[in-house]
């Protein structure tokens, strides 16, 4: 996945859980097809009886976002605020945003005129659209209004009305007001709401055992209307994300050869062995140890760099962001018959990028955070469980995307910063030539091994 994992490990048993999401879609979707084929007046009712399984499910899923953001925010804001001091990690951020950046503009630029070729049936979208729920997109404020809603009055209203921007403010300012607490105080606020975002964690995943039943369920009446449109819709979409996630991949090569000096010969050697693992196992975390080594052996960047960029990269840098937000976004709208603007995806790609330091370390943990923001455009909640259960193939590509660009931040950060060695920097390193005593005329030191080991008198 392209997220940490979990303490409690992959939901569903490994990659058995996303597979069976996937088949419960394909089969959702052929008997919907079949449902719809057959002009069946029973089948129809029979799949109004199974739909409303999959809104629970996607009530339990947003259910779980507003406490498990909060607290991994809080949580993390604190303990970083001790962590991550000085020069470097104000650097590091600066990479990471700047390369989130430019997936969010590519993403911008490129997303919108494909799926402007995605062609979905206006009557179907249209039936599709009055079966979800009533998700009304609100008014768009002014500039002063936004500014002004950015620091919210009433935090737990803003919580309850699902306003996310607002609360992120919010648990960002408290998180760092923990952080300058005293150290025994600190220490126990932040261990609270990381116990919090644990539980959360915990909960998420008891609700991922249940995605084969709401997407079963959600698949059922959403081929049911689309008929068989939804095949063609659903490949179009995995490709085109996918082969955006690819593409910005190879651009990060360029980035490293022109501002890391590094050529992509030397790049794709260091990077390969991270990407294996990562590809296997859909998980930045897995493919850690491989960065660290090939960072420092490979690339030969300094390890008070990697050692710190790294961990800090796997849990708050996920580049695949400011693509897969936007993308995801086009996708449910043209199912849905919702009509996005060049400014909504704007939106939706930049708050992506500053979405990714909250992105719970779950399997397709982002769609978690995204349902609101979903809702805010106009587009229904129900479209979360259908990408859930496509993740399974883009998530491949997210996961080479984010740990290529881990390795392109620190290189980035290594090739800038001056080359302090450790202890075992300095022993790899190629020793000054000898100078004999003669040519000096200094005679050295005695050294310890030398030294008398007689006890001395008190």
Do not use: C
């Amino acid at each position: 996945m392209s997220e940490a994992q979990p303490a409690g490990g992959r939901w569903g048993g490994g990659s058995g859980g996303a597979v069976l999401a996937l088949a419960a879609l394909v089969v959702g979707a052929a008997l919907g097809i079949a449902a719809a084929a057959s002009g069946s007046a029973t089948a129809a009712r029979v799949v109004g009886w199974v739909e409303p399984v999959g809104t629970l499910w996607v009530n339990a899923v947003r259910m779980t976002v507003i406490p498990l953001v909060f607290a991994s925010l809080v949580a993390a804001v604190a303990a970083t605020g001790a962590r991550t001091v000085g020069r470097l990690g104000w650097r590091a951020f600066l990479v990471f945003f700047v390369l989130l950046a430019m997936g969010a503009t590519l993403a911008v630029l490129v997303a919108p005129p494909l799926f402007a070729r995605l062609r979905v049936d206006p009557v179907a979208a249209e039936s599709l659209r009055a079966a979800a729920s009533a998700v009304e997109r609100p008014p768009l404020p002014s500039f002063a209004s936004w500014i002004v809603g950015l620091v919210p009055a009433n935090p737990v209203r803003a919580a309850a009305d699902g306003a996310m921007l607002p609360l992120i403010v919010f648990a960002l300012a408290f998180g760092l007001a923990v952080g300058r607490l005293a150290p025994q105080r600190r220490d126990g606020v932040a261990s609270f709401f990381g116990g919090v975002a644990d539980a959360m964690i915990l909960l998420v995943g008891w609700v991922l055992a249940f995605a084969p039943v709401g997407v079963f369920a959600l698949a059922l009446g959403l081929a049911l209307r689309l008929g068989t449109g939804i095949v063609g819709a659903v490949g179009f979409y995995l490709a085109t994300h996918s082969a955006l996630l690819l593409l910005l991949t190879l651009l990060l090569y360029v980035v490293v050869a022109v501002a890391g000096r590094v050529s992509p010969g030397r790049f794709a050697r260091a990077a390969l062995p991270a990407q294996v693992v990562a590809a296997t196992t859909r998980s930045s975390v897995a493919a850690l140890p491989a960065m660290l080594a090939s960072a420092e052996r490979t690339l030969a960047l300094p390890r008070a760099v990697t050692s710190f960029a790294l961990p800090l990269a796997v849990s708050a840098f996920r580049l695949n962001q400011g693509i897969s937000w936007p993308v995801m976004a086009l996708f449910a709208a043209r199912l849905y018959g919702v009509e996005l603007g060049l400014g909504d995806v704007a939106a939706l790609a930049a708050t992506g990028v500053l979405m990714s330091v909250s992105v719970p370390g779950i399997p397709s943990g982002s769609l978690f955070v995204v349902a609101p923001f979903f809702a805010a455009a106009g587009i229904p909640p129900e479209s979360i469980g259908v990408l859930i259960a496509l993740d399974l193939v883009p998530d491949v590509f997210k996961t080479l995307l984010n740990v290529t660009g881990h390795l392109a931040a620190v290189t980035l950060l290594g090739r800038a910063e001056p080359s302090v060695p450790d202890d075992a920097d300095a022993a790899r390193a190629v020793p000054p030539p000898v100078v004999p005593e003669e040519a000096t005329g200094i005679v050295p030191a005695p050294t310890a091994s030398a030294m008398p080991t007689t006890t001395p008198s008190r």
